[in-house]
């Protein structure tokens, strides 16, 4: 399945745990390191992301954010200011394998990979223990179809 990211910026509200900041190198780079693997990596501020970089709100409201997440005052979105050199650990993850929006186009919840469910929407959830849980499919395809057509005959949309 392919992943469209939202930029909704949640993936990254903890990452600053996870990526610290070694070495300001000059000229927009930095020496990245991961403190589970102690990976080093270099990046560099994408060319068109050096005004949003230097805003550093972002960590009044979420102080343990990845160092390179801001959000564009204009559009609410979330942005990496150093996609274009970001960590493989950053471009092999997607947030969810099925994501689940509602009538309203807001999401509802998300599966992750594993099948984990996550939703604060009552109706989604209980949805999810009466008619999804239960659901025996071992082939992944196959489950994906079918809950799928569950959510979309309730009313729901479900984004790959």
Not at 7 to 22: S, Y
Not at 75 to 86: E, I, L, N, P, S
Not at 91 to 108: H, P, Q
Request: with cysteine.
């Amino acid at each position: 399945m392919v992943f469209e990211c939202q930029q909704c910026g949640e993936c990254c509200h903890h990452m600053g745990q996870v990526h610290t900041i070694e070495k300001n190198c000059g000229e927009s780079e930095f020496l990245v390191n991961n403190q589970y693997t102690g990976e080093k990596t270099k990046v560099n501020i994408d060319s068109d992301k050096h005004d949003l970089f230097s805003d550093k709100s972002i960590f009044s409201d979420h102080p343990e954010a990845c160092p390179f997440l801001r959000y564009h005052k204009g559009d609410r979105k979330a942005y990496c200011t150093v996609h274009q050199t970001r960590p493989e650990i950053c471009k092999d993850y997607g947030c969810w394998r099925l994501l689940i929006v509602n009538s309203r186009g807001l999401r509802a919840g998300r599966i992750m990979y594993q099948r984990a469910f996550f939703s604060d929407d009552t109706d989604l959830t209980r949805l999810w223990k009466e008619c999804i849980d239960p659901l025996v499919e071992p082939d992944d395809l196959v489950w994906d179809k079918k809950i799928t057509r569950i959510l979309i005959n309730a009313g729901y949309t479900v984004r790959k």
